[in-house]
């Protein structure tokens, strides 16, 4: 099975922000982001990387473009439980995530 790649912890950061962070400057907001972005992007690929190597998930996977799709399923199930769902368990979406990384990468 692959690895969950931090798919809580991303979670856990993505839910856990105050509103108060959308009156950051524009510019340093950007920053940031661009700067989580990158950070995230490259555990998500180390760990994928690791697992084509390891045999666990599939042979010539594009683990810069799956990197980015599992960084924007985290990013988007985050937004909708802060928004629409704030009492769904994160172990609940962690396993949801994870079952349809496993699924996709490893078939």
Known sequence: MVPAIGLIAGLRWF???EPGTAEMCRTAWQNAVARLRDQVLGVYAGVLRRAVAEGLVREG???ETAATA????V???SIERRALHPDRPLEELHATLADLLHRRVTG
């Open 15 to 17: 839910t856990g922000r």
């Open 61 to 63: 996977l594009d683990v």
């Open 75 to 77: 990013v988007t199930v």
């Open 70 to 73: 599992v960084f924007g399923m």
